[in-house]
């Protein structure tokens, strides 16, 4: 009786591994992201926030200032909710050696994983996020897609002990060269 209890939920854990999406499967799709070229100069960003059974519970914008120095990115976000909430996050891109990077914010819990094929990246990292009194950490699963040379779609899954607890959708849109800081509404 115990090898059957165990035996199922083993099988079902296997089987959801083997079944994910990896970066490598989009390294034929097009445009080729190329994290320098699309995350330089002004973006804008436009998403919704989710709950775990998929509700929108937030919507927000944001203006990015991105820029590349002796080949390590900063993105610097400035969010604004629907609720009025403001939030402020300034990632580091750092390449390495086998051409993936590593990313860092104030609020990530060490260093952030990006992959980058065809036209995708895939980032994940554990994010430090507010919650009643205190804080709780969470894993962020970050599937950005390249559409065009100036729109990228990102959907992010947010997970606690494996379970999603939430999600984002958004949209990065590159501003033309020139733009200036408080595109958004």
């Not at 939920?9 to 959801?16: E, I, K």
């Not at 989710?50 to 990015?64: E, H, L, P, V, Y």
């Not at 559409?147 to 606690?160: F, H, Q, W, Y």
Request: charged fraction near 20%; glycine fraction near 10%.
């Amino acid at each position: 009786m115990l090898f059957r209890l165990l035996f199922l939920p083993t099988l079902v854990l296997f089987l959801s591994a083997c079944s994910q999406v990896q970066i490598e499967q989009h390294s034929d799709l097009q445009p080729a992201m190329q994290l320098e070229a699309f995350f330089d100069g002004q973006l804008t960003a436009h998403g919704v926030v989710k709950n775990r059974s998929g509700k929108i519970i937030r919507t927000f914008s944001a203006d990015i200032a991105a820029s590349w120095d002796t080949g390590i990115g900063t993105l610097d976000e400035d969010f604004v909710f629907d609720d009025g909430e403001v939030q402020k996050r300034i990632w580091t891109l750092t390449p390495q050696s086998d051409g993936s990077y590593t990313g860092s914010a104030g609020d990530v819990v060490g260093d952030g994983q990006l992959e980058v094929a065809g036209n995708s990246v895939f980032l994940d990292y554990v994010l430090r996020i507010p919650y009643r009194d205190g804080t709780i950490d969470v894993r962020v699963d970050d599937r950005m897609y390249l559409v065009t040379d100036d729109i990228l779609l990102n959907e992010s899954r947010m997970l606690k002990f494996g379970v999603q607890v939430g999600s984002l959708l958004l949209v990065i849109i590159r501003q033309p060269a020139g733009a200036t800081e408080g595109l958004t509404p």
